[in-house]
Nanobody
Framework: QVQLVESGGGSVQSGGSQRLSCTTSGYTYKNYCMGWFRQSPGKEREVVAL???????SYADSVKGRFTISRDNAKNALYLQMDSLKPEDTAMYYCATDVLCQGRKPIVRNLTSTYWGPGTQVAVSS
């Protein structure tokens, strides 16, 4: 049984940093993307960052240059380093594995096989 658990969320002031972690269990890394998504109240879930099996990353325009996705295979962990946080980054952040992606710079193709964590709340105050 695949389980994902996020941690590292909380409250931070604008301009600050946070590092989200996602630990996985019962999971075998495959030729899929792993990624971070977020959802704000009243908005649809959106992709924040993707990491494919080649180690290639892609980011939403709104976080490019501020967020960094990385993975530690030995620890079965996925990370999201978030710097220069803005109030508009406030959202529930979700870790995801088995994201079917495509392209030289990965983009989401579909999420039908995706596993999700329960999410961790990030709140950025101005």
């Amino acid at each position: 049984q695949v389980q994902l658990v996020e941690s590292g969320g909380g409250s931070v002031q604008s301009g600050g940093s946070q590092r989200l972690s996602c630990t996985t269990s019962g999971y075998t890394y495959k030729n899929y993307c792993m990624g971070w998504f977020r959802q704000s109240p009243g908005k649809e879930r959106e992709v924040v960052a993707l990491l494919d099996d080649r180690g290639i990353t892609s980011y939403a325009d709104s976080v490019k240059g501020r967020f960094t996705i990385s993975r530690d295979n030995a620890k079965n962990a996925l990370y999201l380093q978030m710097d220069s946080l803005k109030p508009e980054d406030t959202a529930m952040y979700y870790c995801a594995t088995d994201v079917l992606c495509q392209g030289r710079k990965p983009i989401v193709r579909n999420l039908t096989s995706t596993y999700w964590g329960p999410g961790t709340q990030v709140a950025v105050s101005s």
